[in-house]
Nanobody, 125 residues
Framework: QVQLVESGGGLVQAGGSLRLSCAAS????????MGWFRQAPGKEREFVSA????????VYADSVKGRFTMSRDNAKNTVYLQMNSLKPEDTAIYYC??????????????????WGQGTQVTVAL
């Protein structure tokens, strides 16, 4: 059974930092695309970042570019999202996702087959 488990969310002041982790179990995703998405209350789920199987090709949403960094540790089967200079508009539930069918960067949610349960990030003024 494949599981993705996010952790690291919480409450932080604007300008602060958080690091989200996404630990995969049940299979390895070292050859697959991985991504982060978020959903704020009353809004659609939106793309945050994604990389290809090697982690060398990374795409970020314009809203987080320069502030967020996505990385992976294949030995730990874990993906990270380092979030710096957080803003209140970053408040959302953050989800990691893994694609079973693709090894290249995917920014569309429908290209992902596995999703975590989400972790809440709240940025206060």
């Amino acid at each position: 059974q494949v599981q993705l488990v996010e952790s690291g969310g919480g409450l932080v002041q604007a300008g602060g930092s958080l690091r989200l982790s996404c630990a995969a179990s049940g299979r390895t995703f070292s050859s697959n695309a991985m991504g982060w998405f978020r959903q704020a209350p009353g809004k659609e789920r939106e793309f945050v970042s994604a990389f290809n199987w090697s982690g060398r090709s990374i795409v970020y949403a314009d809203s987080v570019k320069g502030r967020f960094t996505m990385s992976r540790d294949n030995a730990k089967n874990t993906v990270y999202l380092q979030m710096n200079s957080l803003k209140p508009e970053d408040t959302a539930i953050y989800y990691c996702a893994a694609s079973q069918r693709s090894s290249s960067v995917q920014i569309r949610a429908e290209m992902y087959d596995y999703w975590g349960q989400g972790t809440q990030v709240t940025v206060a003024l």
